[in-house]
């Protein structure tokens, strides 16, 4: 399921969903030098290998075995992948599955090499917190790594301080809370660029620079000059005496709350202390009072004021479902290179930011990284602002903005093509997140909702959709594969990490080849995999050692 879909919680979709799938471990082999030389100052040789690269691949909720016999598993519909696999490595389904299954705490118990009671994602993809009142709050587990549960919002009246300060990747494995041990830092110490496609965590989130003391929502229907009342999509928030805006750009006009009624087109509206001194569309962004949003990831990685700061803010206010609005995602959302010790590729670039990690074991000062499409594209092509996906496509967002595609627009073409960029820029060690391909991501956010109304939805195994998709997939890693081998980047020198999360498994479905006739879904997980996992838990807890993923890749090793 969509990673946009999951942060809206548990839906009752009535449709099949994926089966279970565990992690897959290609070695890299001791045969002949790299053909590629690999970054200058990254030394990722050990146990005498010649180990030049490294490529971690993380799938969203995909099979490794059938959920109907006479269905094809989605491995075995992207044979150029699992023949690599099984040719040139170890094809595996002993992982255990972390305790509740999900997509955010299956692929960060990946990364860290801690479950989820350790890493602060015991519940995900989004979890409730106790405020001090007693009520609950809800956060998206889906955050930078740093950033914190609750941020509050100081542009309420009084400001609304944080419930939580701790931070979402928290851990008590020092005896007090702490931020999770980031992922990337033993390949940077070690003075290896780390590229992030969509990682979980390991990228910026989301492009937050102000926070809302009501709204932003949008004209139910167009307002003209001289009228003193405006339909709206939501009134929540809105208060008499707040002070509003209404519109972007040259065309915002701030007003001033007299009533407030019911939202939608027909309802009674809000009525303003005045009459409008402009026309105004329906859809166009009315909000209340904003304040700099301190824990926003544009605040905190670009700083309050910055043109990256206003861009953020401009898309936030922008109409919902633009090209606007989507902008500063696409730009600073999804994709970063953490860079090594020495600089690495951050040398090149202006835009290198502090890449801060204050709780870090042993800290980590004075590194850098380049955080978004906008300055990480132009350092890995040589100065242009396009990468390709792995068809020789412009990868952009649903309004032809080159960039980051949003979450759900990340499947295998677009990841590898920004992979293979990657390391053919020097970037050795890189993450890659890869959509699932049983749900069509056809109109999801950022993109504009589909007109009929039909919202994106899961395909079980056999329908058209699903097989197409797979087979887009298999086209990919076939591409991918042959432009790693041009250059020089093969099972040799390069250590292959191919996983997923989110185990579930459609039952009680009968199928044919195009079609779901009885649709019913149930998540399961056998006892054996309960009692394994729980096993592993207790004695994982009782051991204290923190598995790194670069100690779990050394040991691959």
Request: a positive charge.
């Amino acid at each position: 399921m969509s990673r946009r879909l999951k942060i809206a919680g548990e839906l009752a979709i009535a449709l099949a969903l994926v089966a279970v799938t565990a992690g897959s471990v290609a070695r890299a082999g001791s045969g002949a030098a790299a053909a590629a030389r690999g970054q200058k100052g990254c030394n990722l040789n050990g146990h005498g290998t010649e180990l030049k690269h490294v490529i971690y691949l993380q799938f969203d909720n995909t099979h490794l075995f059938r959920d109907r016999s006479n269905f094809a598993s989605d491995l075995e519909q992207m044979p150029h992948l699992m023949n690599f696999l099984r040719d040139n490595g170890t094809l595996s389904d002993n992982e255990h599955t972390i305790l509740i299954s999900h997509t955010a705490g299956g692929i960060l118990s990946s990364l860290t090499g801690l479950y989820p009671d350790r890493n602060g994602q015991a519940v995900s993809n989004s979890y409730g917190f106790f405020r001090p009142s007693g009520s609950v709050g809800f956060s998206s587990s889906f955050k930078y790594w740093t950033d914190t549960t609750d941020g509050g919002n100081p542009a309420t009246s009084p400001p609304t301080p944080s419930a939580d300060t701790n931070f979402n990747m928290v851990t008590g494995d020092s005896g007090s809370p702490k931020n999770t041990p980031a992922p990337w830092v033993p390949w940077a110490r070690a003075g290896c660029d780390v590229g992030n496609v969509s990682t979980a965590n390991a990228v910026l989130e989301n492009n937050n620079a102000i926070t809302f003391a009501a709204g932003p929502t949008t004209l139910a229907a167009a307002a003209s000059i001289g009228a003193t009342n405006i339909k709206v999509g939501s009134v929540t928030g809105f208060v008499a005496g707040m002070a509003i805006t209404i519109d972007t750009g040259a065309n915002a006009e701030p007003a001033t709350i007299m009533r407030v009624g019911t939202a939608g087109a027909t309802g009674t509206g809000i009525t303003l202390t005045g009459p409008l001194a402009n026309n105004h569309a329906s859809g166009v962004p009315m909000y209340g009072p904003t304040a700099t949003d301190p824990t926003g990831d544009m605040t905190k990685v670009f700083g309050a004021g910055s043109p990256e700061w206003q861009e953020g803010r401009d898309s936030q206010i922008a109409p919902f479902a633009s090209a606007a609005r989507a902008k500063a995602l696409t730009d600073f959302v999804g994709i970063t290179i953490h860079c090594g010790a020495n600089g690495g590729i951050c040398n090149n670039s202006p835009n290198a930011k502090p890449d801060v990690l204050p709780d870090e074991p042993g800290g980590y000062g004075g590194f850098k990284g380049l955080f978004g499409a906008l300055y990480v594209n132009p350092a890995i092509t040589g100065g242009r602002t396009v990468v390709n996906d792995t068809a020789g496509d412009p990868i952009a967002d649903p309004f032809g903005h080159p960039g980051f595609p949003g979450f759900d627009g990340v499947p295998a073409k677009v990841t590898l093509g920004y992979v293979a960029q990657m390391q053919e820029a020097g970037v050795p060690v890189t993450f890659g997140y890869i959509s699932d391909a049983h749900d069509n991501h056809k109109n999801a956010f950022p993109a504009p909702p589909d007109p009929a109304g039909v919202f994106p939805r899961a395909s079980g195994p056999g329908e058209s959709d699903y097989v197409a998709a797979l087979k887009s997939y298999d086209d990919a890693f076939a591409a991918f594969f042959k432009r790693l081998q041009k250059d020089g980047i093969n099972q040799h020198n390069t250590l292959f990490v191919v996983t997923a999360a989110s185990p579930t498994t459609a039952t009680g479905a009968t199928h044919t080849a195009t079609s779901i006739r009885r649709r019913r879904v149930r998540q399961t997980r056998s006892a054996r995999s309960t009692r394994t996992c729980a096993r592993c838990s207790r004695r994982r807890r009782r051991s204290r050692r923190s598995r790194s993923t670069a100690t779990r890749l050394q040991r691959s090793t």
